[in-house]
Every structure is written in structure tokens, then in C-alpha cells.
């Protein structure tokens, strides 16, 4: 039998939810014996065991990814060594090493986000602009944000934004991204139409955005 908890709410439908540290809620309509609910439940629980075990392996899996010293990680494709700063301005410093404010994981995952950020903001810019020159491409502005869940967007007014973390990619995987956006310009959807305008300008843009998600995946364990 699978442990669970029952929350009663005003939904009209049921569910299940998993919460982040494994914990499975059945949440139910007001009314629904507890006895209906375990049925619900134990229909359902081969899925629930399945998600709940691949859950707590990703958790583990991120408790013993850890940031270390000396560790070599890419911006925008130049490999940086990660050390602390020790006194010295955090950030990029020469002979390749990126110095990292703080002892704690959190403190440095800050630190590589902010070094990310000033790569980000003195990089972007100016190779949407080239790319965009390239191919045609009419945007408004350019800007830089802190956004974790997605790498870009484009408004309706043609105003590009651009995730800090996406330093982290190569400069293809990156170049990938300015062209989704860009290809928003003309197509503010996800059509066939639009898909048709990024592999007309990248014919490879499929293992592009593969790598992309491998990326993700990445970063996802070291918490960035």
C-alpha cells in the first residue's frame, strides 16, 4: 500500500501530486469517501511508485553533485576554474579562473550566476543584433533577466529577453536560442510556420535544441 495523504478542496475533479521531498497527496472533491479515494489511489499506483522512485533518484543524484574547487566550467563556450576568492573580487579573474564569493554551494552558485549575468549582458547584445543583420530580423530590444524556467522570450512587441544561465551553453546551443526568439518576430506561436523559419536558417537546430536539454538537465542538478 502506498502512503499518502487525502486533502479535501473545493476541486471538482482528482488528483495526485507528488511534493518535492517525495511525499504523495491525493487531492479530492469535497464529498468523496476516503474509501473511494484509495481506490483512486491504487489504481493509480504503478504510476505513483514509478514517478516517486525516479524522484527521489534525481534528489539524491543532486545531493552528490556538488560545486568543488577547482572544478572547470564553460561560459559561452571559454572554460573557467572555479576557486574562491580568498579576498579577491569575485568574478572573472585571469589565467582562466572564475573566484567565487562565499564558502557555502548557495554562495557560490550565486557568484557563478552574477559572472553568467555580466557575460550574458556584454555578450548577447550584440551577436543578436549580428544575427539578426544576417538574416533579416527585426526585433526591438535586448535584455537580460534571471528567468530559471525559460532560456528566452519574445513579446509582442518584438522585445527579446534572455536568460542569464543560458552563458552556460555554447556559443551554438546559445545561437540556437537567438534564433527561436528571432524566428518569434515574424511567427508568435509554435506553428509549423514558425518551425519551418528556424530550420530554413539552421537546418541542424533539432540537435541543437537536444543539447539545450541536456543542458537543463545539468544545471538542474547543480541547482543553477
Given at each position: 500500500?502506498?502512503?499518502?495523504?487525502?486533502?479535501?478542496?473545493?476541486?471538482?475533479?482528482?488528483?495526485?501530486?507528488?511534493?518535492?521531498?517525495?511525499?504523495?497527496?491525493?487531492?479530492?472533491?469535497?464529498?468523496?469517501?476516503?474509501?473511494?479515494?484509495?481506490?483512486?489511489?491504487?489504481?493509480?499506483?504503478?504510476?505513483?511508485?514509478?514517478?516517486?522512485?525516479?524522484?527521489?533518484?534525481?534528489?539524491?543524484?543532486?545531493?552528490?553533485?556538488?560545486?568543488?574547487?577547482?572544478?572547470?566550467?564553460?561560459?559561452?563556450?571559454?572554460?573557467?576554474?572555479?576557486?574562491?576568492?580568498?579576498?579577491?573580487?569575485?568574478?572573472?579573474?585571469?589565467?582562466?579562473?572564475?573566484?567565487?564569493?562565499?564558502?557555502?554551494?548557495?554562495?557560490?552558485?550565486?557568484?557563478?550566476?552574477?559572472?553568467?549575468?555580466?557575460?550574458?549582458?556584454?555578450?548577447?547584445?550584440?551577436?543578436?543584433?549580428?544575427?539578426?543583420?544576417?538574416?533579416?530580423?527585426?526585433?526591438?530590444?535586448?535584455?537580460?533577466?534571471?528567468?530559471?524556467?525559460?532560456?528566452?522570450?519574445?513579446?509582442?512587441?518584438?522585445?527579446?529577453?534572455?536568460?542569464?544561465?543560458?552563458?552556460?551553453?555554447?556559443?551554438?546551443?546559445?545561437?540556437?536560442?537567438?534564433?527561436?526568439?528571432?524566428?518569434?518576430?515574424?511567427?508568435?506561436?509554435?506553428?509549423?510556420?514558425?518551425?519551418?523559419?528556424?530550420?530554413?536558417?539552421?537546418?541542424?537546430?533539432?540537435?541543437?535544441?537536444?543539447?539545450?536539454?541536456?543542458?537543463?538537465?545539468r544545471l538542474s542538478l547543480l541547482d543553477l
Open positions: 500500500m502506498i502512503p499518502y495523504n487525502v486533502i479535501f478542496t473545493g476541486r471538482r475533479t482528482f488528483c495526485i501530486c507528488l511534493r518535492p521531498n517525495g511525499v504523495v497527496e491525493a487531492r479530492a472533491p469535497k464529498g468523496m469517501s476516503l474509501r473511494q479515494v484509495q481506490e483512486l489511489v491504487e489504481q493509480k499506483a504503478e504510476w505513483v511508485i514509478t514517478k516517486r522512485e525516479e524522484l527521489l533518484a534525481r534528489q539524491r543524484l543532486r545531493e552528490e553533485t556538488r560545486l568543488e574547487r577547482g572544478q572547470q566550467l564553460e561560459i559561452l563556450g571559454e572554460p573557467w576554474r572555479l576557486e574562491p576568492a580568498e579576498g579577491e573580487p569575485p568574478g572573472f579573474g585571469p589565467d582562466g579562473v572564475l573566484r567565487l564569493a562565499g564558502e557555502s554551494q548557495e554562495q557560490w552558485r550565486q557568484s557563478i550566476l552574477e559572472a553568467c549575468r555580466t557575460a550574458a549582458r556584454g555578450y548577447f547584445p550584440g551577436r543578436v543584433a549580428e544575427i539578426a543583420e544576417t538574416w533579416g530580423f527585426c526585433y526591438t530590444k535586448v535584455t537580460v533577466t534571471g528567468a530559471k524556467t525559460r532560456w528566452g522570450s519574445c513579446s509582442g512587441k518584438n522585445s527579446l529577453c534572455f536568460s542569464q544561465r543560458l552563458a552556460l551553453a555554447s556559443r551554438p546551443v546559445a545561437d540556437y536560442v537567438i534564433l527561436h526568439e528571432l524566428a518569434h518576430t515574424r511567427e508568435h506561436n509554435h506553428s509549423p510556420r514558425f518551425w519551418a523559419v528556424v530550420e530554413t536558417y539552421m537546418p541542424d537546430y533539432r540537435q541543437r535544441r537536444e543539447e539545450l536539454h541536456q543542458l537543463h538537465d
